[in-house]
């Protein structure tokens, strides 16, 4: 089963959403907010894409960490900082089976999920 994780506010998560529904493509929405992430999946998608790929550092949220939190970024303090903050994470993260897509792009979908 095809999991679309995110924010349900978020523009490119809705544009996600909305192009696999278009497509008749089923999937389970995961939301950070109400569902938080665990250190152990984030883990496990550092396993298949680089956690750099993952850590959003154009988001406000980035932005209004202390100096401290942003320097020297390592996979394990993108990974505890991400676990915190989820919207740190970029969106949205689609999984399929041991496959990761992050963003949307309706041609990239259109290759890996139809």
Known sequence: MLKVFGIP???QVKKS???L???GIEFEFHDYKKQG??????SEWCKIVDWKALLNKRSRTWKELNDKDKSN??????IT??????TLIKRPVVQKDKM???GFD?????DKFK
């Open 17 to 19: 959403k909305n192009w």
């Open 73 to 78: 970024p390592t996979q394990a303090k993108a």
């Open 37 to 42: 992430i665990t250190k152990k999946q984030l």
């Open 106 to 110: 309706s041609k990239i979908f259109a």
């Open 100 to 102: 990761i897509e992050i």
């Open 9 to 11: 506010n978020c523009d």
């Open 81 to 86: 900082l991400m676990q915190q903050h989820p």
């Open 21 to 23: 529904k278009d497509h």
